[in-house]
């Protein structure tokens, strides 16, 4: 799609040709725009690659990480399963959240956890609430011994940030999602793979392989489990209605007993 933005008549275009508008630059709608061109072109560039947290490379869009702390807050989780484990920022993060709330472990599940990452997050100050499991995340044993941390009447949460195919998704879905208590979450993260199939450093398979197609075909199959960003703990915009998030579709919470 063409898109041209000015700044003097605060307009931007969309399209070309019968096709084609224009709406306001300073609008809901142009916020969106702006917000979903400005998402795909940092992805590209790596944008999510320069941030850290304690001290550990966190590889996520902030925003993500700010929505996931207002729902570990709000629910309060005493397990956080967080599959893939990369450089362990994401781990460190959400131990520190417990740490604050005074509640809350952290599981880290991947296949090959580096030495060098591993000795830094096993040395870091939040180690003591972090465990981590090396193994294949859809592999029975490793499913098996993450349940084994688990003890009855735990509220669990659960993250999926290992490898992004459709395939392995709906695996780690099929995996994972007993363990999430009702009220909770099941998160399967970088849907927007989706929207990155015609950028530069893209594939045009992730159309159709990516893990907000894995998500919407679980939900499918699996009433329980809903598809539902969570809600806003505070809003004061100006009718916004959806955030910058490199997880579109990716929240699906297992429906409580009495709905």
């Known amino acids: 799609m063409k898109i041209a ?41 790596k944008y999510s690659y320069t941030f850290t947290w304690l001290g550990r490379p966190i590889i996520q869009l902030p925003e993500d990480m700010v929505r996931t702390q207002e729902v570990l807050f709000r629910l309060s989780p005493d397990v956080i399963i967080e599959t893939g484990v990369a450089h362990g920022g994401s781990l460190i993060y959400y131990a ?6 005074g509640k809350g472990r952290v599981i880290g599940v991947d296949i090959e956890i580096k030495k060098k990452n591993r000795a830094a997050i ?24 993450v349940g084994s941390l688990i003890k009855p009447g ?18 780690e879905l099929e995996a994972y999602h007993g363990f999430v208590t009702p009220g909770s979450y099941i998160v399967a993260t970088d849907g927007i793979m989706q929207d990155l199939a ?11 392989d990516n893990p907000q197609t894995a998500a919407l075909d679980f939900a499918a199959d699996h009433p329980d489990f809903i598809p539902e ?21 990716a929240w699906l919470r297992r429906r409580a007993s009495d709905e």
Request: net charge negative; with cysteine.
């Open 198 to 208: 015609d950028v530069p450093a893209g594939q045009p398979g992730w159309e159709t």
């Open 154 to 171: 735990e509220r669990v949460l659960v993250l999926l940030d290992s490898c992004h195919t459709r395939a392995h998704v709906a695996a």
């Open 96 to 101: 520190s959240l417990c740490r604050l709330m």
């Open 122 to 145: 096993e040395s870091h100050p939040l180690a003591g609430s972090i465990t981590l499991i090396e193994g294949n995340s859809v592999d029975p044993a490793t499913v098996a011994q």
């Open 5 to 45: 933005i000015d700044t003097e008549k605060r307009t931007i275009s969309c399209g070309e040709g019968p096709t084609a508008r224009t709406i306001p630059l300073f609008s809901r709608e142009g916020f969106e725009i702006v917000s979903d061109l400005w998402v795909k072109v940092g992805w590209n560039e």
């Open 229 to 249: 960003q969570p809600a806003w703990l505070f809003d004061e915009s100006n009718g916004l209605t959806r955030g910058v998030t490199y997880w579109p579709g």
